[in-house]
């Protein structure tokens, strides 16, 4: 006959009621022949209360309130002159006391999971005097543990995860359970585990909670993820014990056991020879059912006839081998290349190895595919040197190209001319020849860079490009000429032999070996008043040659200067320096280098002799 859960908790409460019952009734026995109570500063005298400890059993479902125990004292005869009083935790609230009898009944529902005992103190006292009879006692009413509480898993639900083809017995981890039971009475708190789902794959210790694995070779390729219930059981897990469960999901994570294989042992590949150097020609991936670095490769070309050409690299995100060209294709050179490529994983797992070796081969046949090619020059860049004094349809260089092509067709010229735009040059459309088209002058320009355009005659639509670049070369067609507008100024004190200024000279030529100026003053420009000294290093000095000028007799002095080039054959400029007489301090610094202040009236100035000469005429027209 099998009882249901609640069936079962009323019958082991009926049970314990029993064994309350019966103990009271020995500790009234037992202590009403116990040794005499002595008070101090009193003549002894024999203990009259007689009680133990309590017990009440949790959950207690009955109508009426549960009865406890009794509290007696000899002196009580029986007559009721005797009152009994209950004070301390639940007094009055959840324990009575008849105060005739001492009968203690529990009037609440107890749990013995919120609160395990109580401590209440107890009295007898005399109806007439109102006084104890009795010394105020403590006693404890204990209350008594049922089965009330199924096993808790507080941490789960469970996540766990470890290496696919563990050996059996690996740990998986460990679960615990709590029962809120007595773990001190009786087997309310003590578990057992088992597993309910996830057999036979793993196995769970019935003591620890210790989840293993069961079966050896679990594969994450076949299945990745399992889910397992543990059911944690009191009562030791015999019948009629609580029980409460968990899941725990277990995921298998990758281990290097799966080497990589090309779904296919060749691969062909089409790719015209147009394409630029680094473009890329195929990809290719070797299938590896392991994950993340368990599945990192390495890709090489180990054999074949284009190892210079093509250079294969590895996409990190995708995990495939990027064939892509190193060297320029030409069809009518080579239209056809074999790569033998190899895939190998990066990270290999010794224990595995016996599964195979953890790399593989497939062959890539790449075939080039003509394209109609623009003509190529047979230089990238053409340098050429001309000098400016060269005559109009003077011959420069020539420039060839040719077509590519396996047609060979011919080939036109002609001059870009938004590299042009002075139209300096011309070419011969059908040899190449450059010629000079308008006088060319370096110190306009010293060098031209022009792009020559060669279409091919069959497809007008190619063209190439060749570059060309023109050095002009210097002649000495440039006089020298100051080097700046000189502002000259003398002192009317100067004494003879003063240095009044330093001038030199420029050239917009450029001689291989530099400028070498010679000044001089024209023969028949002699001065007495200023000589020119040659200081033999591209300078001159313009020196007084008498002593004081005077403003009023010439304030200004105009001095010509020839200024001679070292060039072949040599230029010469004749160049004009102004000299202002001025008035100077002390320190032979100008102060006014105007001449009117010597010639007009003191006190009026030029402004004002006009105005006074305005107001003459004014009176004489009326």
Not at 343 to 368: C, E, Q, Y
Request: proline share 5%; net charge negative; aromatic share 8%.
């Amino acid at each position: 006959m099998k009882m249901g859960k609640h069936e079962m908790c009323h019958y082991l409460q009926l049970i314990a009621i029993f064994f309350c019952l019966s103990g009271i009734s020995q500790a009234e026995l037992s202590m009403s022949t116990s040794k005499p109570y002595i008070q101090s500063g009193k003549s002894r005298t024999k203990r009259s209360w007689v009680w133990n400890q309590f017990f009440v059993l949790e959950e207690y479902t009955g109508t009426e309130p549960l009865y406890v125990g009794k509290l007696h004292s000899d002196v009580d005869v029986g007559v009721e002159t005797i009152k009994y009083v209950l004070m301390g935790e639940g007094a009055g609230s959840i324990f009575n006391i008849d105060e005739n009898t001492g009968d203690i009944h529990a009037t609440k529902r107890l749990d013995r999971e919120e609160q395990a005992y109580y401590t209440l103190k107890a009295q007898a006292i005399d109806r007439q005097t109102n006084k104890s009879v009795e010394p105020e006692s403590e006693f404890i009413i204990k209350v008594q543990d049922i089965n009330d509480n199924e096993p808790k898993f507080l941490d789960g639900p469970y996540i766990a995860g470890i290496p696919e083809m563990s050996p059996v017995g690996t740990s998986v981890m460990q679960v615990t359970a709590t029962d809120a039971d007595d773990p001190t009475y009786g087997n309310s708190a003590r578990v057992v585990y088992s597993i309910l789902t996830g057999q036979p794959y793993f196995s769970v210790e019935p003591k620890t909670g210790i989840i293993r694995t069961a079966l050896p070779n679990m594969d994450r390729e076949a299945k990745d993820q399992y889910i397992l219930v543990i059911q944690a059981k009191d009562m030791v897990g015999l019948m009629g014990g609580l029980s409460g469960t968990t899941s725990v999901t277990v995921t298998l994570t990758d281990v290097n056991d799966n080497p990589p294989r090309f779904p296919r042992k060749s691969e062909q590949y089409y790719v015209p020879e147009s394409l630029p150097v680094g473009s890329t020609v195929a990809r290719i991936k070797a299938a590896d059912a392991d994950i993340g670095q368990n599945a990192e490769m390495e890709y090489k070309i180990v054999d074949g006839d284009g190892e210079g050409v093509f250079k294969i690299t590895v996409d990190k995100g995708t995990q495939e081998g990027i064939v892509a060209i190193n060297k320029e294709l030409d069809y009518e050179t080579k239209f056809s290349y074999t790569l033998r490529i190899e895939a190998s994983n990066k990270h290999v797992d010794n224990r595995f190895l016996s599964v195979g070796p953890f790399m593989d081969t497939t062959t890539v046949k790449i075939t080039v595919e003509d394209v109609d090619e623009p003509p190529v020059f047979s230089q990238r860049l053409y340098t050429m040197v001309e000098s400016e004094a060269a005559k109009i349809g003077s011959s420069i260089g020539t420039v060839t190209a040719h077509d590519p092509d396996s047609s060979h067709s011919s080939v036109r010229y002609s001059i870009d001319r938004n590299t042009d735009l002075e139209r300096y040059f011309n070419i011969d459309a059908n040899s190449g020849l450059i010629t000079i088209a308008k006088p060319l002058d370096r110190e306009t320009n010293a060098v031209h860079n022009i792009t020559v355009l060669a279409i091919e005659s069959q497809n007008p639509a190619q063209i190439g490009k060749g570059y060309v670049a023109i050095s002009i070369l210097d002649i000495n067609d440039n006089a020298p000429e100051f080097a700046m507008e000189y502002e000259t100024n003398v002192c009317e004190n100067a004494p003879p032999g003063q240095v009044i200024q330093e001038i030199s000279a420029v050239d917009k030529d450029e001689p291989l070996n530099g400028h070498w100026f010679y000044f001089s003053l024209p023969p028949d420009a002699s001065s007495i008043n200023f000589t020119l000294q040659d200081n033999k290093d591209n300078t001159a000095s313009v020196i007084t040659k008498r002593n004081g000028f005077r403003r009023q007799e010439q304030s200004v002095f105009y001095l010509p200067i020839v200024i001679v080039d070292s060039g072949t054959p040599s230029l010469s400029s004749t160049n004009t320096l102004t000299i202002r007489v001025c008035d100077c301090d002390a320190d032979g610094i100008a102060q006014t280098c105007n001449a009117e202040a010597y010639t007009l009236p003191a006190g009026l100035s030029t402004g004002a002799l006009i105005a006074i000469l305005a107001c003459v005429l004014t009176l004489l027209g009326k």
